[in-house]
Structure formats: structure tokens, C-alpha cells
């Protein structure tokens, strides 16, 4: 823009933006580049007169600007510099008015709003810099008003590297961003020609405390990565440490923090930095030999993950493992980087979570109380040997290269088929001919005792969902995520199935029924009526109560709202049927992804009570035919016995109905009190036997192992909406005394059907600039109120603060993606042995 234009835009500033009546713009041109009817020609469509100011018309111009023509604006040129205060007759005038500086350097000062003693020497140290009209733009757009010296800098500097504040830490950013080799590095070679790279160093070495006189862009990635590796490192490499000493390790370790919240693209550029740096610092070697207390908080390095685990893996097989303590340092890493990004990392550690669980579980079997009933046993603890054991094998069979985990997976297999199953099968053996049942609730009675006293005594519309060989430890998962809806609540409890346990039996005894039998050709009748497919069952639940229907859960899941409304119109009571894990377990060729299955029953049955639960469905039943055995190494000989003879109504490789049946040492008639099916001979396999023949033997039912015959009663009600939980400070004096800040967060209310947990980011700030490194966390704790207390570690950037200055730590509530503010509470600094 030159002189003339920049006059043009005085003259529309004043007049137009600042909204004045009238203006006097002086203008000092002591090179007398312009006449002032040069002057008065460009300007003919400027509302303003042009006057020439000399050094003795002062009186004459002030009577006619400030008499004559008091309502006009006037340019006032002169050839001549500014005279002093003393010598200007017309300073009054200045005063109100305004002057105008040809001077490029002047005029720039003024329109950034910057002194021009202090730019002057910028600009002609760094000419360079301002020669181009698109620098100058942008430069502008990022300086602040009033800028110091070193905030000239930083904006010269955000320019060249394409930051879009003049912020060091988005300078650094953007400067890594393009690599770490100078000679390859155009941002780097731009603020060389254009700027400085000495003085760029002096001011990175102050702001990061850089201590080297051999600065490099590779030594400085290393050196904010070190910090950010050393701030959670509970020992000291003297190596490393006396390489990369600074002052200012919390302010290295937040911008690597914050540069870890970047966009995508950036984000992955400091993915690679930090697998190079890995490599460079030998991580391995580091700590390969050290306790894991010293390293389980760190998140730099992709590398310590697998260590942990490779460790962890070693302690399992070796039984040495301190196994609450693992547990927590795995659940902790889950939120931690690499795990979010990394699916092999999260995969892994979710595996040995489930890998700690069934080793600590394992006590279970050794406390098994011989005085107590196996099916009570089982619902107590013992069943959550077989869900941990299900989700270890889904998590390590889905590992891509899961060759690390071998030994423990054969480990764990070996211990689960060879003692805990083996103990299963002696005690439902000895169950069986004890009849020592226990006083649990019967599969048979379900509908008497849990549905009609609802329809009887309530107008409310009941669902009943029966999910195919959904068994007990599976219907626990499952209630664990529907209690984590927030205007739900679900409970669990177990019902015994009838026996055999097969789907046509177990089918029927949950529909409503007085006698059960069996025609020649298999199929079950309640009440003389046949219970296989959905329009017998309809037939049925009508009988019972003319409001019932029976649909399919995969079509009712394809229903829009409104044809929901038309099929469900006028019913009270609707039976919906699915199918999954049977459906996978009865096949040869599917069998072995039984446990992937139980983890889709899971999902679909979750989405199914999440779509009724929107149609305003208060009162939901979940549960099973039967449950099932599932052995996933290949079955033995042993384990095979000798099939049923005789006349055959229907049977499996666990059991067989008919008539004038022979059985060996192998099987067991089923005694009278465990099954209601009338007028037919009953067998099953012993333990966990199959009976030899065809069909499936890693998948299989119809037995009385607590696995097949405890199955899940989910009720699950529509409630009022849950609220978060509310946190507070448990700090008598909040006063910061080191860089280093131990908060304990105590959670006011335990986790119930009326609060749901919270999850918050938290960090200090001071005057609105975030001061620490961010937390997040998620406060979901059960228990009395001495349990809910966590102690979350803040560490301040290393800078003066007064004594007595305030600031606050600032939380913010984290739902999906969606953020909230929750609470700001202020602190006071009291920091004697400052840092300057």
C-alpha cells in the first residue's frame, strides 16, 4: 500500500469509522515528496481541504479552522519536519486531531499498534522479513496491540513457521511439524534467510531450558520427549538425564500433552518422533531390568506398554504376580495414549485384564465349600471363573499375532479344562446324586411367578426376551452394560433350567404351562398344545392371557416407530425370540466362534433394551433356554462316552429322550426333581462328557453342569433419569507450595440406580492460560464414603509466580463429544523457593 492510499484510508478512518463530525490531520512530510496541488487533485473526492502549513501562517490557518470554517475537515501539509513542543503554535490543535506519518515504518508501527522505537530496529535488522506485502498481512494479523520486543519476535516467527497465534509452543509445533533435519527443513531455511536462527534458539532455550550449545532440531524433539518420559519416571537415568537437564521439565512435558490434542496429521507426525526417540534412548534396555512401580505411569513410548505386558505375562505363568496391582496399572494405561490409538496396545491390555482376572479368580475353586449346594456356589463366584476365562480366549483369539500370549493362554486353558472343569464335573456328579439342588428359583415358574403377578396386578405392558443359550456369566456382562444406561436399572438372578437342557425344553418351560410332555416325533407340548414356532407360542401366551404375542427380536429390531406402534397395539405381553449363540454353537463348521457369538448376543440384546426402553417400555425379562459347555481345546477320547441305545425320541452329545434307554458308566438318568417333562425316559452324559456320535463337541448342552443349567433372569426397568455424580475437593487449605500438586478428588455419592459416574478434564489455569498438565478421569465408584477418594497429580509449568497470586483448577464435564464446564476452585501460590 503506498503513501497515497494509506493518506485515503486515514481520511475514511477518521471520518467514517471513528465516526467524527470533522477531523485536522497534520501531515510532517520533511522530504516535501507532494505539492499541495498534487495533493488536492488526488484528494478532489475527499471531503477534506487541503491547506500547505509553513512556518508562519499558524495564526491564519487557526482562524479559519477553528472560526470560518469550524464544521470542516482540513489537511494540513508541510514540507518540513515536526517541530519541537515549544516551537508548534499549533499543538492545541494536534491535540484533537490527528497526524499522519509518511514514514512506512512509522505508518506500520502505527497501524499494528506497536511503539515504533521499539519495531524501528526490528525492521532493519530483519528487512528481509518485511519486504513482502504477504508477510506484512499476516504478520499483522497475529501481533497483539502494544506488543514488546519478544512479542515482535514471536510473531515474525509465527509467520515463517504457520502458526496461527504467536505462541511458542505453536511455533515449536509448527517448526517440528516440517522435520527435524535443518538442511531439509524449508520452515527451518525460511527463518533463517528471513529472521534468525540464533536468536530462534535463545528464545526456544529460555521458554524450554534448554541446557546445550550444540542446539539441533533432533536434540530438541529429544529433550521435550525426555521431560514428558521423566515426569511420570519414578527413577533417574544419569545419562539422559545429564544431557537433556532443564529448569523447565513441566513446560517441555505439557507441549508434547498438548501437541498430543492436535489435529490428526500433526498428531501422527509426533506418533513418529516419539517410535524414532524409543529406538534412540534405548527404552528397552532401560527399563527392562527395573521394578515396574518405576515405569507403569509413563505414556511416552508405544514400547513400555509391551514391556508391562511381557512382564506381566512372565509374573502369570510364574504365579507371582501382585494381581490388584496389575489390575490397576492396566486399567490405567487403557486411558493413556498409545492404548486410545493404538488397537494391538488396547487389545492387549484388555486381554490381561481378563488374564488377571481368572488367575485371582482361581481362588474360588480352592475355597469351594462342600457344605453348599454347586448351583448356589456358581451363582455366588464361581461363574466368574467362566466369564473371565470367555473373555480372555474372545480377546486373545482375535489378537492378530497373539504368538506372545501362547504359553499363557495354554497355561490358563490347561488350568480351566484339567481343575476348575474337572471340579465342576465330580461336583454336579455328586449334585446329581445327592439331589442337593439348593433353594434357587425354578425355570418352570417363571412365568407364574415373575410375569402374571405383573399382569395381574399392574396395567403395564411386559416384554420377555429369550436369548438362546445365553448362560449366567454371560447375562452378568450384560447387566453390567445395562447398568450403565441412565434411565435404567438392571438386576440379575439365576434360574435353574429344566433338564435335559435343550432348546425345545427350555423353550417351553418359559411359556405359561402346568404339565409338559413329548409327542413321538420331539416336539414339547404344554398343555397338549405343541410349543415349537412362533404361532403355537402365540397360541399359548393368549391362553394365558389375550393380550400375548410372540415375535422374533431381529424383526422387531427392523421395526420403524410406527410399526411398532401397529404390532404392539392392545398387547400386554410379548415373548421376542432370539438367536445367536446357539445358532453358532450348533454348527461344526462355527462352533469355535462360540465365545465371539456370546459377545454379539450381548450387543444385539443391549440394543434391543435400549430400542424398547425408547418406546417407553418400563419392564423387560431377559433369559435363557439353557445355558452351555464350551471346551476350546481339541476333545479327548477320555471324554467321550458311550452313546445311548434303546428307542430314541430326540437326543445330542450331552443327552437323549425315549424309551427303554441303556446307558453305561458314562451317562446318568436324570433324577425326578430335575425336570418337569412327563412320560419319557431321560438321560444325560455325566460331567462333561459327549455322548459319542455326531454333531459339534467343543459347544455343547443338555447337561446339568452349572455352565448349561444356570441361566440369567435380567429384569430391567425404565427408571428416572440418572444424574452424575458430584465431586468435590477434599483439600482443608487449597495452597500451592511445588510445582508438584497432589489434589485428592472425592466423590460425594456412591454409583446407584440414581447417579451415574462422571468423567472430567481437569487442569490449572491462571489469568485463562492452562498452567498444568490435563487429567482426565472418570469417577464411577462404588462403596462407603472413606472408598471414594482419588488423588489426581498436577505439575505447574516452571514459572514465577508471586506470592499470594491465585488461580484455579477448572474441571470440565466429558459426555461422548460433548464438553461442559463443572466446577473452577481457586488456589493460592506460596511458592518460597521460587524458581527465579
Known amino acids: 500500500m503506498n503513501v497515497i492510499e494509506l493518506l485515503k484510508e486515514r481520511i475514511d478512518d477518521e471520518l467514517y469509522k471513528k465516526n467524527k463530525p470533522r477531523t485536522v490531520i497534520f501531515w510532517y512530510d520533511e522530504q516535501g515528496d507532494y505539492t499541495v496541488s498534487e495533493l488536492k487533485e488526488i484528494l478532489t473526492e475527499q471531503p477534506i481541504h487541503i491547506r500547505k502549513l509553513t512556518r508562519n501562517n499558524f495564526f491564519t490557518l487557526k482562524l479559519e479552522i477553528e472560526l470560518e470554517k469550524k464544521r470542516d475537515s482540513f489537511l494540513l501539509y508541510a514540507d518540513f519536519a515536526k517541530p519541537s513542543i515549544e516551537d508548534n503554535f499549533l499543538l492545541d490543535m494536534e491535540l484533537y486531531g490527528t497526524e499522519f506519518k509518511a514514514d512506512t515504518n512509522a505508518l506500520l508501527a502505527e497501524q499494528l499498534q506497536v511503539s515504533d522505537a521499539i519495531l524501528r530496529p526490528l525492521i532493519k535488522e530483519y528487512d528481509e522479513f518485511f519486504k513482502s506485502a504477504e508477510r506484512n498481512n499476516k504478520f499483522k494479523k497475529v501481533i497483539p496491540p502494544n506488543a514488546t520486543e519478544r512479542e515482535i519476535e514471536y510473531a515474525m516467527l509465527a509467520v515463517l513457521t504457520g502458526a496461527p497465534i504467536a505462541n511458542l509452543e505453536a511455533i515449536t509445533r509448527h517448526l517440528l511439524i516440517r522435520g527435524l533435519q535443518e538442511d531439509s527443513n524449508e520452515v527451518y531455511k525460511s527463518i533463517s534467510k528471513r529472521f534468525s536462527t540464533n536468536r530462534m534458539w535463545e528464545l526456544l532455550a529460555g521458554y524450554f531450558g534448554l541446557n546445550s550449545n550444540d542446539l539441533t532440531l533432533q536434540f530438541l524433539m529429544e529433550h521435550v520427549l525426555y521431560a514428558h518420559f521423566k515426569r511420570h519416571a519414578q527413577f533417574e537415568e544419569q545419562s539422559l538425564q545429564e544431557k537433556y537437564e532443564t529448569t523447565r521439565g513441566n513446560v517441555c512435558a505439557l507441549f508434547v500433552d498438548d501437541w498430543l490434542h492436535t489435529k490428526e496429521s500433526e498428531v501422527k507426525v509426533l506418533e513418529t518422533y516419539m517410535k524414532e526417540v524409543e529406538q534412540r534412548f534405548s527404552i528397552i534396555d532401560l527399563l527392562r531390568e527395573r521394578p515396574i512401580e518405576q515405569f507403569a505411569d509413563i505414556s511416552t513410548f508405544p514400547i513400555i506398554d509391551h514391556l508391562l505386558i511381557n512382564r506381566l505375562t512372565v509374573e502369570l505363568l510364574h504365579q507371582t504376580s501382585k494381581l490388584d496391582t496389575w489390575k490397576e496399572i492396566l486399567n490405567k494405561r487403557l486411558k493413556m495414549h498409545w492404548a486410545k490409538r493404538n488397537k494391538r496396545i488396547r487389545n492387549l491390555l484388555n486381554v490381561m485384564i481378563d488374564a488377571v482376572d481368572l488367575t485371582k479368580y482361581k481362588v474360588f475353586l480352592k475355597q469351594y465349600d462342600t457344605r453348599e449346594p454347586l448351583y448356589v456356589q456358581y451363582t455366588s463366584e464361581l461363574y466368574l471363573i467362566d466369564h473371565a476365562y470367555r473373555r480372555f480366549m474372545t480377546g486373545y483369539m482375535q489378537l492378530e499375532n497373539n504368538e506372545m500370549l501362547e504359553t499363557l493362554a495354554e497355561q490358563l486353558t490347561n488350568w480351566y ?5 474337572l471340579k465342576i464335573a465330580q461336583e454336579t456328579n455328586y449334585l446329581l446324586e445327592t439331589l442337593e439342588v439348593g433353594k434357587l428359583p425354578k425355570q418352570v415358574e417363571f412365568y407364574n411367578n415373575f410375569v402374571r403377578p405383573i399382569l395381574d396386578k399392574e396395567s403395564t405392558r411386559v416384554f420377555v426376551i429369550i436369548s438362546d443359550a445365553v448362560r449366567y456369566e454371560v447375562g452378568a456382562e450384560l447387566v453390567s452394560r445395562l447398568n450403565s444406561r441412565s434411565n435404567g436399572a438392571a438386576s440379575i438372578s439365576p434360574l435353574v433350567a429344566n433338564l435335559p437342557t435343550y432348546t425345545q425344553l427350555g423353550m417351553a418351560s418359559l411359556l405359561p404351562h402346568k404339565v409338559l410332555t413329548i409327542t413321538e416325533n420331539g416336539t414339547v407340548l404344554a398343555d397338549d398344545e405343541p410349543t415349537n414356532g412362533l404361532a403355537n407360542r402365540t397360541k399359548i401366551l393368549q391362553a394365558a392371557h389375550p393380550e400375548g404375542i410372540a415375535y422374533r427380536l431381529t424383526d422387531l429390531l427392523d421395526w420403524s416407530r410406527t410399526t411398532a406402534d401397529e404390532n404392539l397395539k392392545g398387547k400386554r405381553l410379548v415373548y421376542l425370540y432370539h438367536d445367536v449363540v446357539d445358532a453358532v454353537g450348533d454348527s461344526t463348521k462355527s462352533e469355535r466362534d462360540t465365545y465371539i457369538a456370546a459377545d454379539r448376543a450381548i450387543k444385539e440384546l443391549s440394543k434391543a433394551v435400549d430400542r424398547l426402553s425408547n418406546w417407553q417400555a418400563k419392564r423387560i425379562f431377559i433369559t435363557a433356554d439353557h445355558g452351555f459347555l464350551y471346551r476350546y481345546p481339541k476333545i479327548g477320547n477320555d471324554s467321550k462316552v458311550v452313546s445311548v441305545k434303546g428307542e430314541i425320541i430326540d437326543s445330542n452329545r450331552r443327552f437323549a429322550l425315549g424309551y427303554n434307554l441303556q446307558i453305561d ?34 459347544f455343547v448342552h443338555g447337561g446339568a453342569t452349572p455352565q448349561e443349567v444356570v441361566v440369567p433372569l ?112 481457586e488456589f493460592t501460590i506460596h511458592m518460597y523457593n521460587a524458581l527465579y
Open 714 to 825: 435380567i429384569d430391567y426397568r425404565r427408571t428416572a433419569q440418572a444424574i452424575p455424580v458430584e465431586l468435590s475437593v477434599a483439600m482443608p487449605k487449597r495452597v500451592i507450595t511445588g510445582f508438584r500438586i497432589q489434589v485428592p478428588i472425592y466423590q460425594e455419592q456412591s454409583i446407584s440406580q440414581e447417579f451415574k459416574g462422571r468423567t472430567i478434564r481437569a487442569a490449572f489455569y491462571l489469568n485463562g492460560e492452562r498452567i498444568s498438565n490435563e487429567i482426565e478421569w472418570t469417577f464411577d465408584m462404588i462403596g462407603e464414603n472413606y472408598e471414594r477418594s482419588v488423588q489426581l497429580i498436577f505439575n505447574l509449568v516452571e514459572n514465577y509466580y508471586p506470592t499470594g497470586q491465585t488461580c484455579e483448577l477448572k474441571m470440565v464435564t466429558v459426555e461422548d463429544d460433548k464438553v461442559t464446564p463443572y466446577r473452577e476452585i
Open 665 to 698: 458308566d458314562g451317562a446318568i438318568n436324570v433324577p425326578d426333581g430335575f425336570s418337569t417333562l412327563e412320560g419319557v425316559e431321560k438321560v444325560i452324559a455325566k460331567g462333561v462328557n459327549r455322548f459319542i456320535g455326531g454333531g459339534g463337541l467343543q
Open 417 to 421: 479344562e484339567n481343575k476348575y472343569l
